[in-house]
């Protein structure tokens, strides 16, 4: 999801059904949205993609990554000396990470790598993330085993 939203979309009830559908099945077609949620098969597609240029949601393929050929998932915590906005998007600019958030705690933010291997990552550490502007240090938490991932988590 874009971290900034261009602008606001209004969440009636019939868009967060269509959302609820989507996490449930991301490759439902719209015509069977459309009869749970009481709309036309073109209305529901407007709605959708007025709710992705909104920026309220994506409609993706989760993929595993050591499928893909990544050997190596990490979060990386890193502390900022500054403004957290320019090094978040420094961050969110480098294509291993797939996703940033600023924190409160003991990490200004946190970014999730992905990468093909430990060497990878180290570069990855070493050369790009560790040489933006305003990065004070990091810690590296890399994953043993991923036990749960969901998107399912309904609306409110």
């Given at each position: 999801m874009a971290a900034k939203r261009?602008?606001?979309?209004?969440?009636?009830?019939?868009?967060?059904?269509?959302?609820?559908?989507?996490?449930?099945?991301?490759?439902?077609?719209?015509?069977?949205?459309?009869?749970?949620?009481?709309?036309?098969?073109?209305?529901?597609?407007?709605?959708?993609?007025?709710?992705?240029?909104?920026?309220?949601?994506?409609?993706?393929?989760?993929?595993?990554?050591?499928?893909?050929?990544?050997?190596?998932?990490?979060?990386?915590?890193?502390?900022?000396?500054?403004?957290?906005?320019?090094?978040?998007?420094?961050?969110?600019?480098?294509?291993?990470?797939?996703?940033?958030?600023?924190?409160?705690?003991?990490?200004?933010?946190?970014?999730?790598?992905?990468?093909?291997?430990?060497?990878?990552?180290?570069?990855?550490?070493?050369?790009?993330?560790?040489?933006?502007?305003?990065?004070?240090?990091?810690?590296?938490?890399?994953?043993?085993?991923?036990?749960?991932?969901?998107?399912?988590?309904?609306?409110r």
């Amino acid at each position: 999801m874009a971290a900034k939203r261009e602008r606001s979309v209004t969440l009636d009830d019939v868009s967060k059904a269509i959302i609820e559908q989507l996490q449930q099945d991301g490759r439902r077609s719209y015509a069977a949205i459309g009869k749970v949620v009481g709309l036309s098969e073109a209305a529901v597609r407007q709605r959708v993609q007025r709710l992705i240029e909104g920026g309220v949601m994506q409609v993706v393929a989760v993929t595993d990554p050591l499928e893909l050929g990544f050997a190596r998932q990490a979060m990386v915590g890193i502390r900022v000396a500054g403004p957290l906005d320019r090094v978040a998007d420094a961050l969110a600019g480098l294509e291993e990470v797939d996703y940033v958030v600023i924190t409160a705690g003991s990490y200004d933010l946190l970014a999730e790598v992905v990468c093909e291997s430990d060497q990878h990552l180290l570069d990855l550490i070493s050369a790009k993330i560790r040489t933006i502007e305003g990065v004070v240090s990091t810690e590296t938490f890399m994953y043993l085993e991923l036990r749960k991932q969901t998107y399912s988590w309904g609306v409110r």
